[in-house]
């Protein structure tokens, strides 16, 4: 094997690997090999061998019976170390926590990643018993309140060339039509924020607001409150909350 030929291997099993490791945080639980093949498409001896060193290292977890897959330990200390290590992330604690008791309503901050939104952050509601945190999780920016309104910080353009044409719904209020979302996104820009009307979560309504301490932003705040609960006057106080947010963030990122 030529040197040339080494370092292309070297790329391409690299490129397995994230890929490998993808396919698992998205999707959790455990798999079986046949499962994992069937997705990723590798040949089955390289995957299982791929699979094994990932197990050996960590990355990779398998079950009682070693033939079922899910994602590792390692992959957690990875994410922690990121969200941990972010400048944003750490300047926006206090403005998230102030909007947290400003509105007693759950607080999300997210970071825009190709067509989906990653959380970063999250401040539970005061109304919930049960401990519930999105951090980490990925989501379809076009079904959320912060992808929309970090989506309406991009021209129609930038838009159509990042989105499909047929979005995928997540309940039966979930744009799916490309056009008819850019036109929302029109809205978007002209009030300064974005609503999600249970397009993400059945009961749910979401408001976002765009942090433009970058153009295109890539991080946004959130407010979510269930529709059952949700008055013109308590909308309002969000909305405010939202807007002071969104100054005092652009205040505590201006030196990063």
Known sequence: MGAAEGAGSQVKSAVRTVELLEFFAGR???????????????PKSSLYMLL?????????????????YGIGVRALLVGTSYIDGDEVVAAARPTLDRMSDDTSETIHLARLDGTSVVYLATRQSQHYLRPFTRVGRRLPAHSTSLGKALLATYTDEQVRKLLPETLEPLTEHTHTDREKLIAELAVIREQGFAVDREENTLGLRCFGIAVPYRTPARDAVS?????ARLTGAHEQMIKDALFDARDRLLLATRRL
């Open 223 to 227: 407010c979510s409150v269930p529709v």
């Open 28 to 42: 959790p639980g455990m798999h079986s090999l046949a499962s994992v093949q069937e997705s990723v498409g590798y």
């Open 52 to 68: 094994r060193t990932l197990v050996d290292l960590g990355w990779i977890e398998t079950d009682a019976t070693g033939t079922r």
